[in-house]
């Protein structure tokens, strides 16, 4: 695989992912609003009421489970990974879905750094590490920033 290949299939794979990611979240924050919005319409606000709620952590935690084997090392993640107790909206890789701008820096034979800039009213950037372990290419981990800030935020995947 030459380089224009190389750095096309690792956007791909990039991108795949995080608009995997989101799709996942939105979705499941979707129908979480919907519960809450029917629970609150079958209770009058003067009562208490305790109503079954559906467990959506366990929810999100099975669905985004086939991402890390798809797409992320295969490394011990202490906070994040595949077992997560939020989402919400944003959803997590908000604007990839639509990319203002892709780069990608090819390290080293073995490490690739994806650049994502979008479009959102936050200017949400991301910079993906992507790492060539057993020839396959795998994320690592990834950082972001806001309204054009100069340094990165490490964040917990």
Known sequence: ???IELK???T??????????NEIENNLYAKYQAEEEALRKAVPETEFHYAE??????????????LFDGFCTDKPRVYGGKVRNSFG???KFNG???PLELLVNLKHKSRAEIYVKTNTHFEDEYLFIVLKKADEWRIDS???RRYGNEKWSTQIL
């Open 96 to 98: 990839c879905d639509h």
């Open 53 to 66: 709620r559906t467990d959506w952590f366990a929810l999100l935690n099975e669905q985004i489970s086939p």
């Open 89 to 91: 909206f944003p959803s």
């Open 12 to 21: 791909q794979r990039v991108l795949s992912f995080s608009q995997s990611w």
């Open 1 to 3: 695989m030459n380089d």
């Open 142 to 144: 990834y950082k972001n």
């Open 8 to 10: 096309a299939y690792l």
